[in-house]
C-alpha cells in the first residue's frame, strides 16, 4: 500500500509503498476511510514522543471498516465500522483492570508506538478491549476525530471537569480540543468564556456557543475572565500547552475551581513552576487528561445521535493522503479553524 511516511524527525515526508499490515493475536485490520490531522502528529514528526521508532506513518484519529480479524478476537468481524481510542489498553494490567487504560503501561498507541492511519490500512492491537462500534447514522468523517481531539476534551469536560448546567468555563485556545470542549460544555448547560489569538477562530468559538471571547493580547484573559464570570470559572481548560496558558487558566479559577490540562508542550517547556499558594489557599484541583476510555464512549455517541453533539460542525477541510505530506509538517503554523481531515487515500 502507499502510505505517508518519515524517515527522520523534523524532515519531509513520502508518499512509499509500504507492506499491508497483517493483524497480530488480538488485533485487526481497520480500511482506513478517514483519519485526522492532529497537532500531535506534528509533535510525534518533531521527536517529541520517545515512542516513536523510525520509519514511521503518523495519525491516530481514525474511522473504517474491519477487514481482516486476527487470533483471538472474539467481539469483531470483517465488515464491522468501528473507531478507537488514540490509547489502547492492554486490558491485562491493574490500570486497565481499574477501568483507566489511557494510562496503560503496555499501551498501543496508533501513530506514536506503532504505524498509524496516514494509510489506506492500519494494523490495531488489542481490538476486543478497545475498538467502538459505530452506529449506522453515523459518518466516518465525523466518527475520525472522536478517536483523540473530540474524545479527549470529552472527558476534560465531563469526567474530569465534572462539569454542570450553569457552570463558566474558560477554553483557552480554539484549536480542534477547545473548539470541542466549548461544544461540550454547552451540551451540558455549562457557559463558555474562550480565550485565544486568533479572531477566526473565535469567531467559530462563538457559533459553536461561546458566550463571551477574550482575544490576547488585547485583553489579559484573567482579569476578564473574573469580570464576565463574577469569581472566576469552575472549570479551566488549557488547550494549547504553554507555561503562561497554564498559569492563565489556574489564576483565573474560582476557589474549588478545577483546572484541566489537555495541551502538549514543547519539550523545553515540559517543567513549569505552578502557583502553588494560590492552589492551596484556594483549594483548586489540577488535573491530567489523557484521552478518553472506550467504555465511556457510549455517552458520547449517545448524545451524538440525540443532535445535542455535532462533532461534524468542526470539520472544515477535507485533503487527499498526498496533500498530507505538506499539510502535516505546517500543522503548528495552522491558522483557518477547525479540523482538517484525509478522506482520499488514493496513490
Not at 474530569?160 to 466549548?182: D, F, K, P, R, T
Not at 454547552?186 to 458566550?211: C, I, N, P, S, W
Amino acid at each position: 500500500m502507499k502510505a505517508a511516511v518519515y524517515y527522520e524527525f523534523g524532515k519531509h515526508l513520502n508518499l512509499d509503498t509500504v507492506d499491508d499490515p497483517v493483524p497480530a493475536h488480538g488485533g485487526v485490520v481497520i480500511e482506513v476511510k478517514s483519519t485526522g490531522l492532529c497537532l500531535s502528529d506534528w509533535h510525534g514528526w518533531m521527536g517529541h514522543d520517545p515512542d516513536i521508532r523510525l520509519p514511521h506513518i503518523p495519525g491516530h484519529e481514525m474511522a473504517g471498516v474491519i477487514v481482516e480479524t486476527g487470533s483471538g478476537v472474539l467481539n469483531w468481524k470483517a465488515g464491522d465500522r468501528v473507531t478507537l481510542p488514540f490509547v489502547c489498553g492492554c486490558g491485562d494490567c491493574t490500570y486497565c483492570r481499574e477501568g483507566n487504560p489511557q494510562v496503560c503501561d503496555a499501551q498501543f498507541q496508533p501513530g506514536f508506538t506503532h504505524w498509524g492511519s496516514f494509510a489506506p490500512y492500519v494494523n490495531i492491537h488489542y481490538a476486543d478491549n478497545n475498538l467502538v462500534r459505530l452506529p449506522d447514522t453515523l459518518d466516518f468523517e465525523t466518527s475520525s476525530i472522536l478517536g483523540c481531539r473530540f474524545a479527549t476534551a470529552f472527558r476534560a469536560v465531563v469526567n474530569q471537569g465534572e462539569v454542570q448546567a450553569g457552570q463558566w468555563v474558560a477554553v483557552h485556545g480554539c484549536g480542534g480540543v477547545g473548539l470541542s470542549a466549548i461544544m461540550i460544555a454547552r451540551a451540558y448547560d455549562a457557559r463558555v468564556v474562550a480565550v485565544d489569538v486568533d479572531t477566526t477562530k473565535l469567531q467559530l468559538a462563538l457559533e459553536l456557543g461561546a458566550e463571551c471571547v477574550i482575544r490576547v493580547p488585547d485583553q489579559q484573559p484573567v482579569e476578564t475572565i473574573k469580570d464576565i464570570t463574577g469569581n472566576g470559572a469552575h472549570i479551566s481548560i488549557d488547550a494549547v500547552g504553554k507555561a503562561q496558558i497554564v498559569r492563565n487558566s489556574i489564576a483565573c479559577l474560582r476557589k474549588g475551581g478545577r483546572h484541566v490540562q489537555v495541551g502538549l508542550f514543547h519539550p523545553e517547556e515540559k517543567e513549569i513552576t505552578v502557583p502553588f499558594d494560590l492552589m492551596i489557599a484556594s483549594e483548586l484541583q489540577l488535573l491530567g487528561s489523557h484521552g478518553m476510555q472506550a467504555s465511556r464512549y457510549v455517552a458520547m455517541l449517545d448524545l451524538i445521535e440525540q443532535g445535542k453533539l455535532d462533532p461534524g460542525r468542526l470539520i472544515t477541510k477535507r485533503i487527499g493522503l498526498s496533500e498530507s505530506l505538506q499539510e502535516l509538517v505546517s500543522l503548528d503554523q495552522k491558522k483557518d479553524p477547525g479540523i482538517t481531515v484525509i478522506t482520499n487515500f488514493s496513490a
